[in-house]
């Protein structure tokens, strides 16, 4: 069983950064992570998943891709999403997941996924 609890959500300006953290209780290391959002009304979309910090392969929804970059630290259990040039619609709760095993290909299906945080709320306004 590994928790997983996400910080760094909050009210940001358009055109601004944040940064999300998602601590993991146990390790986590080689297992793929990924950062998920869902905003009011709409459907659950992946945005960015990784494997390990060693190996660094990353996947990115087309929607995010220039501005979200995904890392972790494999020795905190910590992932991180960087958001850059906040845009209206980033505006939704934000999720980490990450399933055991090993991470062969990082996924952004929601359904690969085994533990969930319980989200951070990122607001966007113009």
């Known amino acids: 069983q590994v928790q997983l609890e996400e910080s760094g959500g909050g009210s940001a300006q358009e055109g601004t950064s944040l940064r999300l953290s998602c601590v993991a209780s146990?390790?986590?290391?080689?297992?793929?992570m990924g950062w998920f959002r869902q905003a009011p009304g709409k459907q659950r979309e992946g945005v960015a998943a990784?494997?390990?910090?060693?190996?660094?392969?990353?996947r990115y929804a087309d929607s995010v891709k220039g501005r979200f970059t995904i890392t972790k630290d494999d020795a905190k259990n910590t992932l991180y999403l960087d958001i850059n040039t906040l845009r209206p619609e980033d505006t939704a709760m934000y999720y980490c997941?990450?399933?055991?095993?090993?991470?062969?290909?990082?996924?952004?299906?929601?359904?690969?996924?085994?533990?969930w945080g319980q989200g951070t709320q990122v607001t966007v306004s113009s």
């Open positions: 990784i494997d390990s910090e060693s190996t660094g392969r990353t």
């Open positions: 146990g390790s986590t290391y080689r297992s793929c």
């Open positions: 997941a990450t399933k055991p095993g090993i991470c062969w290909l990082p996924s952004l299906v929601g359904t690969d996924y085994t533990y």
